[in-house]
């Protein structure tokens, strides 16, 4: 049964200060609000591991995603305990192509940084070979500043509105294989500022942002299936595997109402066919017509990844809602890191 509108927002308390409770165990479950902190600092017990195993299993990214009527855009900076990577691609939507895709390896300790914070007082930055990626929100401001530059004349400049958004989903999930991880998810942030690439540019203003800071100690091997949209009125974050459920929710009007298990139906030889995402309390059932894609496999030897990011548009009911046209991605991905 779908959650009433009135009461989604009641069925989630405040976020805590952190994902470790004072007995060292894992805060699982779901939250409105930033943490004030993600680190796993005072795990106990079976949770508690070596510094080793931990640098090995520790992950931590900063995505950003805009989306607009003509253009569609992401950067991303990931820590991945031993190495860092990064990307930004801008994705023409008349056109139906990626005007760039720039993707970058990091060195650890040198060309990166992955903030512990998901609220105020983050700070994402990554520099090196070419490429500029800060996402910043200073303490006191309700303003993230998403900053970007690379090859080929790109470069972003967006402030993006947390003040103006709907609330902040937390969650915090068991991982089999590695320990637990803990999610926000931030949409319909509204958005000012300008994309250039090639020379061309494109005024953000209007726009609507969602962003995914994730901090945990994940499995070796983790694959997801996920999908993502954001507009002025409509959000919406699911994802099959991982995490599971405890993170899929949807927004309307600025009230969270958390979605329960999901369903992804997409053919794997072509992503670019239409998807079924459904969940099966019936509060979400959309078609996903993508317009194009982001690919990116990766074989480092000791660490492999297999992506692929469709961009288009979601169509269908969510939460009695009729959904038209509303922009957004989904996205297959599996890694062995």
């Not at 470790?20 to 479950?29: L, T, Y």
């Not at 066919?273 to 074989?299: C, Y």
């Amino acid at each position: 049964m779908a959650v009433p509108v009135e009461k989604a927002t009641a069925l989630l308390p405040p976020a805590p200060e952190s994902p470790v409770d004072a007995r060292g165990e894992p805060r699982f479950g779901a939250w409105l609000g930033n943490m004030k902190t993600s680190r796993w600092e005072g795990l106990q017990g079976r949770h508690a591991r070596g510094r080793i195993w931990r640098m090995l299993h520790a992950k931590r990214w900063h995505y950003v995603a805009i989306a607009g009527p003509e253009v569609a855009l992401a950067c991303v900076v990931v820590d991945v305990g031993w190495a860092a990577s990064a990307f930004a691609y801008v994705f023409d939507r008349n056109e139906r192509r990626l005007l760039c895709d720039h993707s970058f390896m990091g060195v650890q300790g040198l060309t990166h940084r992955v903030a512990f914070e998901a609220g105020e007082g983050s700070r994402t930055v990554f520099r090196g070979l070419g490429a500029r990626i800060r996402i910043e929100r200073p303490r006191g401001s309700p303003i993230w500043h998403v900053q970007a530059a690379g090859p080929g004349g790109f470069v972003l400049d967006a402030s993006l509105d947390a003040a103006a958004a709907a609330p902040t989903l937390c969650a915090v999930a068991p991982i089999e294989g590695g320990v637990a991880n803990a999610t926000h998810k931030t949409v319909c942030l509204p958005v000012r500022g300008e994309a250039q690439v090639s020379g061309r540019r494109f005024p953000l203003d209007g726009c609507s942002a969602s962003m995914d800071h994730t901090s945990g100690l994940l499995a070796r091997e983790t694959s997801w299936r996920w999908a993502s949209a954001s507009s002025a009125r409509i959000g919406l974050n699911l994802v099959e595997g991982f995490n599971g459920p405890v993170e899929n929710a949807v927004w309307i009007d600025g009230q969270v109402h958390p979605a329960g298990e999901a369903t992804f139906e997409y053919d794997e030889k072509d992503a670019l066919k239409p998807w079924r995402i459904r969940t099966r309390n019936g509060m979400v059932d959309l078609t996903f017509a993508p317009e194009g894609a982001r690919r990116e496999d990766k074989d480092l030897v000791v660490a492999q990844s297999w992506y692929v990011q469709p961009i288009g548009t979601f169509s269908g009911t969510i939460q009695g809602v009729e959904v038209k046209d509303l922009v957004g991605v989904t996205e297959d991905h599996e890694a062995r890191w």
